[in-house]
């Protein structure tokens, strides 16, 4: 059996609007938002023109994904048991999703890649170059996301717990809401199929809050994800675009290859407009940084000769790492 | 490196012969922007709002700090001067210190058609079939919808930055003789010719702020790169006798 028509349309207008609501959060971003990384990693972004996002759920630190999962199971836990007034449609709903929701269910994948509102933090060059030899790549996304390869948006990471909160309270209001209203037009004729199409747009929702939460100790990181949505389904989709893999202390890694190639492209003819995307490059704490200077500014003029690289050196210590 | 000048004469004259060529009018970019469906915004100030601001600005010729064209003026009176007539204008507000650019010239197409104007930090969009305003944080674009090109950005930038606001944008006062204000390099009556510029890396500076001018180009064409002008009365002083527009077939 198949869900209404009606009931179908309730659902999508649910999400879309679950979904413009939270794009609200994520827009406008910042002009510049910088990237982390190693020379060896500043030298394969710049050399090949491309991002590698990692599939999110092999980040370094898996505990994140667990801490927004957690907080979402103990709020639909909290559901049930507060309130004296769900109709067992309801429960039925918070029952079958507070232990099972997945967005990552049905081949679906987030590919992601971290970006910081600061160009140089301690913390940051502690965190991925603790012997110094780091690098921050200020980008600016205002022209370059629409000349990426693949779709992509900034998603920005929410750390206030009370926010955090919110947001999950409001998103389970909302399909509470038009799960008592849906039921109320059809009654009990379609529930099971009625309910298992809400407990997947509700995976996809809570799939985006879940790689937006962080616990608030990192409020200080306030980061940004670059992130791709994609869907690797071979055995039936023949189309669908395989995502590339690496090893990492022992485990394969999914990741997805996002060229800026165009936007490099686009920023060396006069007549577009469009400036080059790199618009800073910072130097981390390093003993070689007047060499670096040099060196890096030469790899960026190897990009486009006609600009003037913005390449700074952090002006930490590198006997603070 | 930057290489300093202090100036206290009149100006400098320099002549550097290229022929102008106008804009080229597609660009493999194209197809991919065409296709785009994402952040756009519209959105102009309405008429009162616009007036209210205008009263809380004064002229603020004398200290300011602003990225144009890649280059950055400094307390420079009147940035770029096109045949006597000045293109950009500074004010700030008396109430919040934010400093508002002006544009004494429409944006304009290859016909002379009016796309935009801006004036005190606002883009007034004239043309909404063809192009549309992108909005961003602090941050304000004019976009041709069709091939993705950009004709204006202005960027307010945060209180510790270099320069406090940035702006690009493409002028064709005169058809023949295009000033482009790239967001990395400017260029005067020529484009897209894979030359080195003909002036990278010097501070043009009076410490007197007088009238004097950086310098001053006559019917040619230059590229300047990676320059900044500081106190002084006039920035790019450019005197050029126009053509007549050319056909499409040129």
């Known amino acids: 059996m198949v869900i209404s028509d009606n009931s179908k349309s309730a659902i999508d207008a649910l999400l879309q609007s679950v979904m413009k609501d939270w794009e609200k959060l994520h827009d406008p971003y910042p002009n510049i938002l910088y990237h982390y990384t190693s020379a060896e990693g500043l030298l394969g972004i710049l050399s090949n023109k491309n991002f590698h996002l990692t599939d999110l759920r092999y980040v370094n630190d898996f505990s994140e994904l667990q801490y927004s999962r957690e907080l979402i199971e103990s709020r639909l836990t909290a559901r049930l048991e507060d309130s004296k007034v769900l109709s067992g449609a309801e429960r039925q709903f918070i029952n079958g999703n507070r232990h099972s929701f997945d967005p990552f269910q049905f081949s679906n994948a987030v590919y992601s890649m971290s970006f910081c509102e600061e160009g140089n933090l301690l913390s940051q060059w502690r965190g991925y170059r603790r012997g110094g030899g780091g690098y921050a790549l200020g980008i600016d996304f205002f022209h370059a996301l629409r000349l990426l390869d693949k779709p992509c948006s900034l998603r920005k990471i929410v750390y206030n717990r009370q926010d955090q909160l919110n947001y999950i309270d409001l998103l389970i209001d909302r399909f509470l809401t038009t799960l008592r209203a849906e039921f109320e037009n059809d009654g009990q004729n379609q529930a099971d199929d009625f309910m298992r199409e809400m407990s997947e747009a509700f995976s996809r929702a809570v799939g985006e809050l879940i790689f937006c939460f962080k616990h608030p100790d990192f409020v200080e990181e306030r980061e940004w994800r670059l992130v791709h949505f994609a869907r690797f389904k071979p055995t039936t989709d023949r189309n669908s675009q395989s995502p590339e893999f690496r090893t990492f202390e022992g485990n394969v890694i999914p990741y997805a290859i996002v060229s800026f190639d165009r936007a490099i492209e686009v920023s060396r003819d006069d007549s577009f407009g469009y400036g080059f995307p790199i618009v800073e490059l910072m130097i981390g704490p390093t003993i070689s940084a007047e060499l670096n200077l040099d060196s890096v500014t030469a790899l960026i003029l190897s990009m486009n000769p006609d600009i003037s690289p913005n390449i700074r050196q952090s002006g930490i210590p590198l006997r603070w790492l | ?250």
């Open chain 2, 1 to 250: 490196m930057l290489h300093r000048f202090n100036l206290n004469f009149e100006s400098v004259f320099l002549n550097v012969s290229q022929p102008p060529c106008h804009i080229a009018r597609t660009h493999p970019a194209a197809a991919h922007l065409q296709t785009y469906r994402g952040r756009v915004h519209f959105g102009t100030m309405s008429t009162n709002a616009l007036r209210k601001a205008l009263s809380d600005m004064n002229d603020a010729t004398t200290e300011y700090r602003a990225l144009i064209g890649g280059l950055l003026y400094r307390n420079v009176s009147k940035p770029i001067v096109f045949n006597d007539k000045s293109l950009i204008s500074f004010t700030r507000s008396n109430t919040t210190g934010q400093l508002a650019v002006t544009l004494d010239t429409d944006l304009v197409e290859n016909d002379g058609s009016v796309i935009a104007s801006l004036r005190e930090n606002v883009i007034t969009l004239n043309n909404t079939t063809d192009f549309v305003k992108l909005l961003g944080l602090n941050r304000q674009a004019v976009m041709h919808k069709q091939t993705g090109r950009i004709w204006c950005d202005l960027r307010l930038t945060p209180d510790n930055y270099v320069y406090e606001l940035a702006l690009s944008c493409i002028l064709l006062i005169a058809p023949t003789y295009p000033i482009v204000l790239h967001p990395d390099r400017t260029k005067f009556g020529t484009i897209n010719d894979n030359a080195p510029p003909n002036w990278l890396g010097g501070i043009f500076e009076s410490k007197t702020k007088g009238e004097a001018g950086a310098f001053r180009i006559e019917n040619s064409a230059m590229y300047v790169l990676n320059a900044a002008f500081e106190n002084l009365g006039v920035g790019i002083d450019i005197s050029v006798q126009i053509c007549e527009t050319p056909s499409d077939g040129d």
